[in-house]
């Protein structure tokens, strides 16, 4: 059984620009989670797809946006990059209604 | 609004004690709780997940256990190795199909050899 899997695993933009960040979901999850983990924090929800659907949104601004397809792998927008978005991003997935999350390794995300 | 609280930040234990990590949450009204583990710069490895009716659950020498009505949660780490050595993460779930982690900000656990 494949784990969660995240691409790529560090990536460098300057102020501006747009990122594009990539999550499969471990065999047989239909539920992605994103979250945002800066240095020194807990991890921050930014928020959730079921079924190709937003189902739940953290206190995370319009800029940041995302997608999941039919195979439930995901990916997470995130345009206008500020200096502070800069952080560890972690997809997470689980069956629906079911109460464990398994987290991916993360992708380190710095804006100059 | 719920609020999660590890104390302390940091802490430097020599090999081979037990030590207690402690997790606060503010909410009572959770459906379970669950312990990290982050190694630097890595993701999350789930330790111990406990469900809000159930008082503790034990993994080899991790034991964790569960108060709701005070809002609080420990983890045992039993004859700590310096593999232990990493950030340990504790997070609630408030309600069941809200899948939304509320998170710590974690203890960094050393231990000395």
């Known amino acids: 059984e494949t784990g969660v899997t995240q691409s790529p695993t560090h990536l460098i933009k300057t102020r501006g620009q747009q990122v594009t960040l990539r999550c499969s979901s471990q065999s047989g999850h239909n539920t992605v989670s994103w979250y945002q983990q800066a240095l020194g924090q807990g991890p921050q929800f930014i928020f959730q797809y079921y079924r190709e659907e937003e189902n739940g949104r953290g206190n995370f601004p319009p800029r940041f946006s995302g997608l999941q397809f039919p195979n439930y792998s995901s990916e997470l927008n995130v345009n206008a990059l500020e200096l502070d978005d800069s952080a560890l991003y972690l997809c997470?997935?689980?069956?629906?209604?079911?109460?464990?999350?398994?987290f991916g390794p993360g992708t380190r995300l710095t804006v100059l | 609004k719920q609020e999660v609280t590890q104390i302390p930040a940091a802490l430097s234990v020599p090999e081979g004690e037990n030590l207690v990590l402690n997790c606060s949450f503010t909410d009572s009204a959770i459906y379970n709780l669950q312990w990290f583990r982050q190694d630097p710069g890595k993701g999350l490895t789930s330790l111990l997940l406990i469900q809000s009716s159930q008082r503790e659950q034990t993994s080899g020498r991790l034991n964790a256990s569960l108060d709701k009505s005070s809002g609080r949660s420990t983890l045992y780490i039993a004859a700590s190795q310096p593999g232990d050595s990493a950030t340990y993460l504790c997070?609630?779930?408030?309600?069941?199909?809200?899948?939304?982690?509320?998170f710590g900000t974690g203890t960094r656990l050393t231990i000395i050899p």
């Open positions: 997070a609630v779930m408030l309600n069941f199909g809200n899948e939304k982690l509320t």
């Open positions: 997470a997935s689980s069956p629906f209604n079911y109460n464990e999350q398994f």
